[in-house]
């Protein structure tokens, strides 16, 4: 069985898309549907924007889930048993499968992303990569923290990500320095994504969603909030809420796809993260699209 997979935040890069409209003619008018549909040119940004532009969170966000998305839409190999998404790639994996369209995938996004980013201008939230330590020990000494500090993405048996309060992600990351993590890295974003500082997205989020019709899905997805499969739109749409606030069980969700008879990963997206977080669970991986 051959599963797809999507990446998040982080995999995004300067020039993205913009050989993708040269070649393609389903691609550009793709491109330009997206700069329609939400009513500034998000393509120039792709092609022609800076780094830090296109690092916003509400930029980086559309551009991944276009890129992404457009990817899906025109490989002719495109045709999952399964499909899983990191995070934002949730959304590409679900208009790649044609749950929603693309259209209504745009707006989504584009709100879930505003939202997101206004919570990163009004709190002081960070992340960090941790390596080299068991999951039930970060999970411990985040726990016994005072302040907002969860895991956040189980990425791999060596990588656990963690979310908050930037100065409860001090004290936490110095707490598991003197413990033994083999390394850790404070990511360069100002959010505290997948953590309870997102519940008034979520809940806005919640009550947006409502606005838009869901498709039952042709193919399991395996959804960040429990790693399981889920085909049926209610059940969908009420996930994708939920991992606003909720971790990414990522390696969970890899795990339950081998198990469930996937023999090959293909991610589809920009970068390469999802490539080297699969040589850490699964020798499976096969190629890039």
Not at 46 to 74: D, P
Not at 139 to 151: N, S, T, Y
Request: charged share 25%; glycine share 8%.
């Amino acid at each position: 069985m051959k599963a797809y997979l999507f990446p998040g935040q982080g995999s995004q890069f300067m020039g993205m898309g913009k050989n993708l409209y040269k070649n393609s003619d389903d691609a550009k008018k793709l491109f330009r549907l997206a700069d329609d549909v939400l009513g500034f040119g998000i393509t120039s940004i792709m092609f022609e924007g800076s780094i830090n532009i296109l690092k916003k969170t509400k930029n980086t966000q559309l551009a991944i889930y276009i890129y992404s998305v457009i990817k899906a839409k025109i490989s002719k190999n495109f045709n999952p048993d399964m499909v899983a998404g990191h995070s934002l790639g949730e959304f590409s994996a679900l208009a790649a499968i044609d749950v929603f369209s693309f259209e209504d995938g745009l707006i989504l996004v584009n709100k879930r992303a505003s939202m997101m980013q206004k919570i990163c201008e009004s709190i002081h939230g960070g992340m960090a990569v941790i390596f080299g330590l068991e999951d039930s020990i970060i999970e411990d000494i985040c726990k016994k923290d005072k302040g907002i500090i969860v895991p956040s993405n189980y990425n791999s048996p060596e990588q656990l990500v963690i979310s908050g309060e930037y100065t409860a992600l001090k004290r936490v990351c110095f707490s598991l320095k003197k413990i033994g993590a083999k390394r850790i890295f404070i990511l360069p974003v100002h959010g505290a994504f997948h953590s309870p500082i997102m519940e008034p997205a979520q809940k806005k989020l919640k009550k947006f969603i409502q606005k838009f019709f869901f498709k039952d899905s042709k193919c399991p997805i395996y959804q960040n909030v429990t790693a399981q499969s889920f085909t049926k739109s209610n059940d969908i749409k009420k996930n994708i809420v939920e991992q606003l606030t909720s971790p990414v069980k990522w390696k969970q969700s890899i795990k339950n796809m081998i198990d469930h008879g996937a023999i090959s990963f293909t991610e589809i997206g920009p970068g390469n993260i999802l490539q080297g977080l699969m040589k850490k669970i699964s020798k499976n991986f096969t190629k890039k699209i």
